[in-house]
């Protein structure tokens, strides 16, 4: 059984935990605070009716390297904390957002010379960093999954720089329930940051598409 790993449990983490479970994924989940805050949120997670895989709390770098596939969900200003060496050679989805008020102004980011996912990869150079459900409201990864060929079925985009890695985690988002839109390189996941059309927006592929072919850079709006 293949094992995700998850670093950060926050309401993303703890939703992505959720759905892998009952799509039969064994989970590995961290925080910054240890695994032994985690017994309650492992013990709902184990009690959730159609759970199919097993799940443990564990630290970063144990559910680094424990993860088949691993997730980094934690803010942006703490993605100096997480693990390199674990992550290596790993597909790694970043769903990180960059939002000045938590995380402090970073003038590349402000300025638009780089992106969030850009970071991550540059945090975890030896780790196949692949954007992904960074505009997903964490409710709505539980809520709106369904069926393969199901009409008008939700849409998720993904970028990344290596092919393989993106079929990775695309493979994994439609297992989760969910379409998918290849956005192209890590360079180009800013067409789904906040305050772009598609970012939260509930929108099959066609009307994914057409969102992230509309946005429009900070500084052209």
Known sequence: MTTLGIIGAGHIGTALAQAALDAGYDVVIANSRGP?????????????????????????????????????TVPLKALPDVPVEPLAGKVVIDTNNYYPERDGHIAALD??????????????????VVKAFNHILAADI??????????????????????????????????????????GPLAEGWRIQRDTPGYGADLDLGRLRQATADAKRYRDM
């Open 36 to 72: 032994e805050t985690l017994t309650d949120l492992v013990d709902a997670l184990r009690d959730r009716p159609g759970r199919q895989g097993e799940v443990r709390a564990a630290t970063a770098a144990e559910a680094g390297a424990a993860g088949d596939l691993v997730v980094v």
């Open 111 to 128: 300025e638009e010379t780089t992106t969030t996912a850009e970071m991550a990869q540059e945090h975890l150079p030896t780790s196949r």
């Open 142 to 183: 539980t809520a709106r999954r369904t069926s393969p060929g199901t009409p008008n079925r939700r849409a998720l985009a993904i970028a990344g720089d290596d092919a393989s890695a993106k079929e990775t985690v695309a493979s994994f988002i439609d297992e989760l329930g969910f379409d998918v839109l290849d956005l």
